[in-house]
């Protein structure tokens, strides 16, 4: 019990139905729900919070209105991270029968908030996307354009034009042991990007098997510290999850979701990750534990528009196509296979690639990347390869091909005048050699689709490039730019 003054009375903040108690009692954060107590012994006030060293509580007088009745209310702004102040104000309001047990309370509340949190999310998605991606005209640029990036990146509605745009995250990188790497981006409050490329004794495998080992990577390359007294302890594991379950978002990519409690606090984290050749791309999520549901819808809808892109040897590339559980359905078509310094064969439904050792040097440290892109195919949006790299490890050898889709015309006049230059052939699509960064560099549409009904309407084509270190002579450049263009077959 701790001694202090009445020091008046302070209408409720939000709309002033009533009035709160002043009080300088020496409170705690703990003793929200504790009565406050008269010189008599009498309980005049039940405490609900500290600010400022004075204590505000609820009179007993508002108390016993109530009668037998509880009544819960909250107002609450929603919003959503990818909709940058744009959000509703709603009141949360719900009455149970009194007496009750606590748990029943709990689990009536829970319940009923949760609906109340969803339904209004939805709402605010519905009213203030303005429409959301991937519908109306905000969303033709992320429908024609792709990152380059290998981390996860994500397309947010610009507060600035009204348009939806494909983020380019900086990622700060720690290196742990045995080359392995932790990629981390922060583009939101409690929200990380994470991009996790796995030390060399760790397989695959090994990460799809056991959500703790994602997490233990993380904390190798991440220092988070918890306070015991006055010593800072670094934090190595969180343990097993509390739960786990697996998701499919709207493009067919398939993802973990992983919960864990924190010891000894109110905190849980949260985890939504997908495997990649190198190791796992991951979006953490730090909250009370109370809030696990409500982060984990957010968390749901924002993975929906994440681009996810795919790097790594071609080594890598054999163990992630094989026997993943999590592998996103627009790659479950593809097959890849090499033989060391002989060739290598890439199919997929877009395109084939049978790559004979000549053009670059089929070993185990290739380097293959595919970055995805989303494309609209009549009313349908859909989650496609864009672009197919390999490249010569630690090299500047490469070739790239891309796939491009016919522009809506209402998009930006640079966006209209690469690709009229594309389907013309202007530079650099010419196959001639050019100079660009100490690279010698060629180019040429490889393939170009057109309309079923229409043969002057260019639906999509494919743009090929090579590049070779330093200066090389002409005629050895196209002649190697002819065997790789052979070495495609083009679908539609």
Known sequence: MRQGALLGTFPEPEDGKFV?????????????????INQRGEVIGLVIQRKDNIAYSLSASEII?????????????????LLPERNIVKDFDDDIALPAHYKAIKKQYKSRFYSFYVNNMKELLKKEGGPMF????????????????????????????????????????????ENGVIHIALPFDK??????????????????????????LLFEGMSITRNFGDVKIRILSLGNPLSVENHTDRYNRKWRISSWLMEYSDEAFITCETPTPEG?????????????????????????????????????????????????????NVKFHYKHRDRLEFKSPSFDLILKNNILPITDDLRLGINFGFTKEGKEVRWNIRRLLLSEYQKDNYFALINWPSPDRRLPNDALAFWDGMARKAHPYTEK??????????????????????????????ALFMGKE?????????????????SFIVNR
């Open 433 to 462: 050699p050019f100079q660009s960064t100490n690279i010698t560099k060629i180019a040429t549409v490889l393939k170009t689709f057109y309309a079923p009904t229409d043969r002057n309407k260019i639906e999509k084509m494919y």
């Open 470 to 486: 330093g200066k090389e002579d002409d005629q050895s450049m196209i002649k190697s730019f002819q065997q790789l263009k052979n």
């Open 20 to 36: 709160l108690l002043k009080s300088s009692s020496d409170v705690n954060f703990g003793n929200s729900g504790g009565p406050l």
């Open 280 to 332: 796992m791309a991951m979006i953490g999520i730090s909250c009370q534990s109370s809030d696990i549901d409500l982060w984990k819808f957010d968390a749901l809808n924002i993975i929906d528009h994440v681009h996810l892109s795919y790097y790594g040897s071609a080594k890598n590339w054999s163990e992630f196509l094989q026997r993943n559980p999590l592998l996103p359905r627009a790659l479950e």
């Open 65 to 81: 209105k109530a009668g037998k009745r509880g009544h819960f209310h909250l107002r609450m702004i929603f919003g959503f991270n």
């Open 191 to 216: 929200m990380i990007f994470i991009d996790i490329t796995r030390p060399d004794s760790i397989r695959l495998k090994h990460m799809l098997e056991s959500p703790k080992l994602s997490i233990k």
């Open 134 to 177: 991937p519908h109306g005209e905000a969303s033709l640029l992320p429908l024609f354009d792709f990152t380059d990036s290998y981390q996860p990146q994500v397309h947010y509605l610009n507060k600035a034009n009204g348009k939806w745009m494909i983020s380019s995250m900086d990622y700060k990188q720690t290196k742990i042991r």
